[in-house]
T-cell receptor, first 112, second 113 residues
Framework: DGGITQSPKYLFRKEGQNVTLSCEQNLNHDAMYWYRQDPGQGLRLIYYSQIVNDFQKGDIAEGYSVSREKKESFPLTVTSAQKNPTAFYLC???????????FGAGTRLSVL | QKEVEQNSGPLSVPEGAIASLNCTYSDRGSQSFFWYRQYSGKSPELIMS????GDKEDGRFTAQLNKASQYVSLLIRDSQPSDSATYLCAVTVFSGGYNKLIFGAGTRLAVHP
């Protein structure tokens, strides 16, 4: 069953803590993306990766970090430097950077 | 000026009517245009893509693109209560060496029986 899997579905972060959101795809897509969605707003790009071992900052990368060691995986770490992390985080992938993006089910992050 | 603008709604239409959703964009160089549907608490799912001026039909959905006016729309015929969702317009913008997808804030559609 092909698709994009994000985990966990819900995540709670304590102050000063780093947390990592998982994103795995078995679509053989080259490009992967992380977005943040706040209520009543559109999606904002955090990081993207066009190929393994390469990634670029998006519009709101401060306080976040990523890695792309495998084609299938693009984990996002929300660091303690991100002061307002509460949001809905969406991972997407596309066949290459020009093609249609498909989304995972999302992770909802809240602060305790 | 926002790069992709949509009326936030809600747009309320009766069941069976045509729902018309509109989107304007600021970058004249944009080449690809997408409509995503997002149910409350869920992730966006692709409804339509359009790349050239004119109309593109897929079932009850029609996407319309007018690059001269920098305008893209989505028509939903025979609207059903299950169409009630937020519809996101997304446009590619070439920035920083790659095509970035810019999303509007979405239009909330409510189809009432």
């Amino acid at each position: 069953d092909g698709g994009i899997t994000q985990s966990p579905k819900y995540l709670f972060r304590k102050e000063g803590q780093n947390v990592t959101l998982s994103c795995e795809q078995n679509l053989n897509h080259d490009a992967m993306y992380w977005y943040r969605q706040d209520p009543g707003q559109g999606l904002r790009l955090i990081y993207y990766s066009q190929i393994v071992n390469d990634f670029q900052k998006g519009d709101i990368a401060e306080g976040y970090s990523v890695s792309r060691e495998k084609k299938e995986s693009f984990p996002l770490t929300v660091t303690s430097a991100q002061k307002n992390p509460t949001a809905f985080y969406l991972c997407a992938s596309s066949l290459d950077y020009e093609n249609i993006q498909y989304f995972g089910a999302g992770t909802r992050l809240s602060v305790l | 000026q926002k790069e992709v603008e949509q009326n936030s709604g809600p747009l309320s239409v009766p069941e069976g009517a045509i729902a018309s959703l509109n989107c304007t964009y600021s970058d004249r160089g944009s080449q690809s245009f997408f409509w995503y549907r997002q149910y409350s608490g869920k992730s966006p799912e692709l409804i339509m893509s359009i790349y050239s001026n004119g109309d593109k039909e897929d079932g009850r959905f029609t996407a319309q693109l007018n690059k001269a006016s920098q305008y893209v729309s989505l028509l939903i015929r025979d609207s059903q209560p299950s169409d009630s969702a937020t519809y996101l317009c997304a446009v590619t913008v070439f920035s920083g060496g790659y095509n970035k997808l810019i999303f509007g804030a979405g239009t909330r559609l409510a189809v009432h029986p």
